[in-house]
């Protein structure tokens, strides 16, 4: 039976979005974390008779009249959903839902409180996370959460109809893990990615000394406007400005060109597969490096990150007992993926039995569905990694600018004539924001 699935998701698996356009238009919703498990969820629900489609713009109440009628069930894979500086878009997300008739599937949300749990934190939220739980269950058998916590919370909240099913972004190669250690230790010449949520202020010191330690120390930013750092330079307000954490061009991994990003998850995962080992507070950025077949650890400095940590059996440290001269040798050596491995069977048929209740089926159970999706990945040409815009050859800074000249049919004068100020202040005030942007520089 044909299926119309509607997909909340920023952009589709094969979107090929330029890392300038992918900024200009916000394409990873703030954390490129977000592309992970809605990519996964993508391959995941992909059998040879649904026809998903990516929502891509943010929840509008309005089109439910055109999505009843174009789409059989709307799937909405979510992250931290449930938090306080994410109701303005649960709101919205609520009333549209409110207004659908056809089934709604919700995968894999996770509320967001400190590591203990705190429920004061979270009385807030209470009545717009109720709405939401309300909408979705008039219209669902159950929604899937990440873990105990999420679990626990919408108890209190009074529903029961909750299954932990944990995160989508795990099952990209659907049933099948087996992550080892490629070396016996860690030493100074090892490959290692470092993550860092530029909020988690205690980072610092992690940061300060790997990057003294490891002379092949790589940091694998997720956040919006590091993108916009790593192919602008600084924005105005923060010109002149220094951070013990890699926030600006001044920092030493900035400057000594050890900063990748990626606008798609499958060059990410390329990337971090030549790597021994992956560390840092990024629950995506972890989950990233073990699909990728890196060994990872969590710093979880949050519920939704020590949630999912626990779920899954990955290898953590509560960010508040980490010492600041911690090293990732001694993570390495500690760290036992026996659970993860294990378990990850299990967790999976949870996933897919659980997506068989909502009527819907897995790639992976639907002859070479998953296959065929990973071929057209494989064909498919991705944007390569950003790196610092100092550190780009003169050939990449041109392909830069031209790009951004097609871009732009308002800009007509040649890369040469940039130079000439008198023009560069007339262009600001006539031209679309991304080359305001390129122009700063």
């Not at 307000?237 to 954490?245: L, N």
Request: net charge neutral; charged share 25%.
């Amino acid at each position: 039976m044909h299926q119309r699935i509607l997909l909340r998701a920023r952009k589709g698996p094969f979107d090929v979005l330029t890392p300038e356009e992918t900024f200009a238009g916000n394409w990873i919703g703030d954390n490129s974390g977000n592309l992970v498990f809605s990519h996964a969820a993508h391959k995941l629900l992909a059998t040879s008779s649904a026809e998903i489609t990516p929502t891509r713009t943010p929840a509008d109440p309005r089109l439910a009249d055109e999505i009843n009628e174009r789409h059989d069930v709307f799937v909405v894979p979510l992250a931290n959903a449930f938090r306080r500086s994410f109701v303005h878009r649960l709101t919205p997300l609520t009333r549209l839902i409110e207004r659908l008739k056809i089934p709604v599937v919700v995968l894999g949300v996770g509320v967001q409180t400190n590591v203990d749990g705190d429920r004061e934190y979270l009385r807030p939220i209470d009545e717009p996370v109720r709405a939401f739980c309300k909408a979705v269950l008039d219209r669902s058998h159950s929604i899937g959460v990440r873990g105990e916590v999420t679990e626990s919370y919408l108890n209190a909240l009074g529903f029961s109809a909750v299954e932990q099913i944990g995160c989508p972004s795990m099952f990209l190669h659907g049933d099948t893990f087996q992550l080892e250690k490629s070396r016996p230790e860690l030493t100074a010449d090892s490959k290692v990615a470092l993550t860092i949520s530029p909020y988690v202020r205690s980072m610092a010191a992690v940061v300060r000394h790997h990057q003294e330690r490891y002379p092949n120390l790589c940091y694998v930013p997720q956040d919006l406007r590091t993108l916009g750092t790593l192919l602008y330079g600084d924005a105005p307000e923060h010109r002149g400005q220094s951070s013990d954490i890699p926030l600006h061009t001044s920092h030493p991994l900035f400057a000594e060109d050890k900063v990748r990003m990626f606008v798609d998850p499958w060059t990410w995962m390329s990337h971090l597969s030549g790597y021994d080992f992956a560390f840092g507070t990024r629950i995506h950025g972890t989950i990233t490096a073990l699909v990728a077949g890196t060994p990872g650890y969590l710093f979880a400095h949050d519920s939704r990150t020590l949630e999912l940590a626990r779920y899954f059996g990955i290898p953590h440290r509560i960010m508040r007992d980490v010492p600041a001269d911690v090293d990732a040798a001694d993570l390495y050596a500690e760290a036992d993926y026996t659970a993860l491995n294990d378990g990850h069977k299990a967790r999976f048929e949870t996933i897919a039995a659980f997506l068989r209740k909502h009527d819907l089926g897995t790639s992976f159970a639907d002859g070479d569905s998953a296959a065929r999706f990973d071929r057209q990945v494989g064909e498919t040409v991705f944007p390569p990694a950003v790196r610092p815009a100092a550190a780009t050859t003169p050939a990449e800074l041109l392909t830069r600018i031209e790009r951004l000249r097609d871009e732009n049919a308002t800009l007509t004068a040649t890369i040469d004539a940039l130079r000439s100020q008198q023009l560069r202040e007339r262009i600001k005030q006539a031209v679309p924001g991304k080359v305001r942007r390129m122009l700063r520089r």
